[in-house]
């Protein structure tokens, strides 16, 4: 029986979790969530039948209060640090943007491991991450997931390059991308995802985080990570050993996998998804990526060779960029435009590492107000 923690837990990274939990009573138990102020009522259900003691929300606990009198309840910006430090056997970061970095160095501060859905941990703070060990961090992105399943067929000595794979978004083939709106930009062709991230792939910048993610995760050089366009989005992602043996992990688009793996590491959990079905005909693409229609790949790569301030830098500025594009102030042209030309106008000022969480905080407030002054200027 593992005891989990679930941060983000009426995301939808979070539900899949506790469905995955809700169907192996057996293996794991809850000892703790948080969420947002916007989800009060899904926590309440959530802690009921979980028969959770410890949640938190970011907003004001007393609603929760009045219908669990018999739970303990913290409320407030910083509940997910302390429902992250709760001892646990997991905790599960399913927590959205760059306010996840805190509550995954509070669980590691606390000895705990990590199941990180939280992308933005290693890109704005992965140099604070790592130094508590990779070996306390399970990664839960299909792509990392993938990374990580395939590693274990060889010895990290012997890996010659990553691949990571994308779907391409919905303009992989789509030539003019000067006209495209926030309703073409949301139509992804195969995930069901956040508006953030389903804008992400359309822009690639998801790439251009996971080649950072990716970095960190494994200690693998800029020049040894690839990435290339996968349509059907059902082999995500492969490993090249220096043999020339390449290893694959394959299975339908499906979040409930790599989240199973990461709760129940080295273990497996039975059913957690559908398998390929081999009765039926297959036909996989793969293709590279148009680097020059979709720049965020090679900024995101000289980002990470400047260091983890400038990936803070890419991190904050695009999530600035984006929430203007979803209220149609900017093109979507704009967006990658708007990262570039924010770290190099931070670039001279910029620390060479990372010492706490403050220094993020500050390399991401910078970034946020110079990204809004390129977009008033444009």
């Known amino acids: 029986m593992r005891d989990v923690v679930i941060l983000g837990?009426?995301?939808?990274i979070g539900t899949q979790a506790l469905e995955v939990i809700s169907e192996n009573p057996e293996s794991f138990r809850v000892v703790g969530l948080s969420s947002g102020a916007n989800n009060v009522e899904r926590l309440i259900e959530q802690a009921k039948k979980f028969k959770v003691q410890v949640i938190g929300t970011t907003g004001d606990g007393a609603l929760i209060r009045a219908a669990l009198p018999h739970v303990t309840v913290i409320d407030g910006p910083n509940s997910a640090r302390e429902i992250a430090a709760l001892q646990a056997d997991i905790v599960l970061n399913g927590i959205t943007g760059s306010i996840g970095l805190g509550p995954t160095l509070s669980a590691l501060e606390a000895g705990n491991k990590v199941a990180l859905a939280n992308k933005e941990s290693l890109v704005a703070g992965g140099e604070l991450v790592m130094k508590f060990g990779r070996e306390r961090i399970i990664?839960?992105?299909s792509e990392h997931s993938a990374l990580f399943q395939a590693m274990q067929a060889g010895r990290a000595q012997d890996v010659s390059k990553v691949i990571l794979t994308a779907s391409g978004g919905p303009f992989r083939e789509r030539k003019d991308l000067s006209g495209?709106?926030?309703?073409?930009?949301l139509a992804h062709p195969t995930w069901n995802m956040g508006k953030v991230v389903t804008i992400n792939s359309a822009t690639l910048v998801n790439k251009g985080l996971e080649i950072i993610e990716a970095h960190y995760l494994f200690d693998i050089p800029y020049s040894k990570i690839d990435a290339v366009i996968h349509p059907q989005s059902v082999v995500h992602s492969m490993v090249e050993f220096v043999d020339g043996s390449t290893i694959a992990q394959a299975s339908p688009p499906?979040?409930?996998?790599?989240i199973a793996y990461s709760l129940a590491f080295p273990n497996r959990v039975k059913s957690a998804m559908p398998a390929i079905d081999w009765s039926?005909?297959?036909k996989w693409e793969f293709q590279p990526i148009d680097e020059g229609r979709f720049p965020s790949i090679a900024l995101a790569r000289r980002c990470g060779a400047?260091?983890?301030s400038f990936t803070a830098m890419y991190n904050a500025a695009n999530e600035v960029a984006v929430d203007a594009f979803l209220r149609e102030l900017i093109p979507f042209t704009a967006i990658v435009d708007t990262i570039d030309n924010t770290v190099a106008k931070l670039n001279s000022g910029a620390p060479e590492s990372l010492r706490d969480l403050s220094d993020v905080t500050a390399i991401e407030n910078d970034a946020r107000r110079v990204a809004s002054e390129v977009m008033a200027r444009k």
């Open 9 to 12: 837990s009426t995301g939808s």
């Open 139 to 141: 990664p839960v992105d």
């Open 180 to 185: 495209v709106t926030p309703t073409d930009a």
């Open 254 to 258: 499906n979040m409930r996998g790599p």
């Open 280 to 282: 039926l005909s297959h």
């Open 306 to 308: 400047l260091g983890g």
